[in-house]
């Protein structure tokens, strides 16, 4: 999740993306980090069949650089684009 000038990142694991996306936009979570930074695009997501997987994986992203994690969004979405809605189709 970014947001809209793409300054901010934040890393995150959930099961049900659809949902937890629509909690950011929508900033359920008013003290959170993602409301407090006005995170509320998704730039980037991956889907694992077990949730130890997405884990470590969310573990290694968060413990790489900024530049690692601009990386790997700009791999799949160089546009920075929200995928958000590609998640409804």
């Known amino acids: ?3 809209k000038f793409n300054k901010v990142l934040y ?3 959930s099961s049900d993306i659809t949902g937890r996306v629509w909690e950011h936009k929508n ?3 008013p003290n959170s980090f993602t409301a407090k930074y ?3 695009k998704l730039v980037y997501y991956a889907f694992y069949p077990h949730i130890e997987e997405a884990i470590a994986v ?4 968060k413990g ?3 530049k690692s994690k601009i990386a790997l ?3 799949i979405n160089p546009e920075w684009k929200d995928l958000y809605d590609n998640l409804l189709e």
């Open 38 to 40: 006005n995170c509320d």
């Open 27 to 29: 900033k359920t979570y």
């Open 1 to 3: 999740m970014t947001n």
């Open 73 to 75: 969004v700009n791999a």
């Open 64 to 66: 790489g650089s900024r």
């Open 11 to 13: 890393v995150g694991v």
């Open 58 to 61: 969310e573990k290694a992203i």
